[in-house]
């Protein structure tokens, strides 16, 4: 399995991870914050699982698909930690329409936002450190 199909197959657990977080006991705490940072709700939830299938179908089509699918992917979910890190809310679960802009701790900002900014980095930079195996 080429590495950018195995990156894309590695995305398709985390983000079912991501979409389980509310429904796993311990997680989450009296408010429903999972880790205390999180308020995850159904959009959130619809969100990582389509992405969760987008990354699924794209590693069990090709290794373009893969590629297209981390790159794509990856510049969606960067541009959404760093809106959430302007605003405090992000555009891809709907918050900055839902919420508007937030007035929350800078630390808060990037704890809340960090996923995002991780997954949609490491996807970017895969998609172009392993580009040669989709030519």
């Known amino acids: 399995m080429s590495k950018l199909r195995l990156i894309a197959a590695l995305y398709t657990v985390a983000l079912?991870?991501?979409?389980?977080?509310n429904y796993i006991p311990g997680l989450t705490d009296a408010q429903g914050r999972a880790f205390g940072i999180f308020a995850l709700d159904?959009?959130?939830?619809?969100?990582?699982l389509a992405s969760a299938l987008w990354a699924a179908i794209a590693a069990y089509l090709s290794v373009q698909a893969s590629r297209s699918f981390l790159f794509y992917f990856?510049?969606?979910?960067?541009?959404?930690?760093?809106?959430?890190?302007?605003?405090?809310?992000?555009?891809?679960?709907l918050g900055i329409i839902n919420y508007g802009i937030?007035?929350?701790?800078?630390?808060f900002k990037i704890l809340a936002n960090l996923p995002h900014l991780f997954l949609g980095g490491v996807a970017i930079v895969s998609?172009?450190?392993?580009r040669s195996e989709a030519r």
Request: charged share 10%.
């Open 74 to 93: 990856g510049l969606l979910y960067f541009a959404d930690g760093l809106l959430g890190l302007i605003t405090g809310s992000g555009y891809l679960d």
């Open 127 to 130: 998609s172009y450190l392993f």
């Open 16 to 21: 079912l991870f991501a979409a389980a977080l």
């Open 42 to 48: 159904i959009y959130d939830d619809s969100l990582h």
């Open 102 to 107: 937030q007035d929350l701790p800078f630390g």
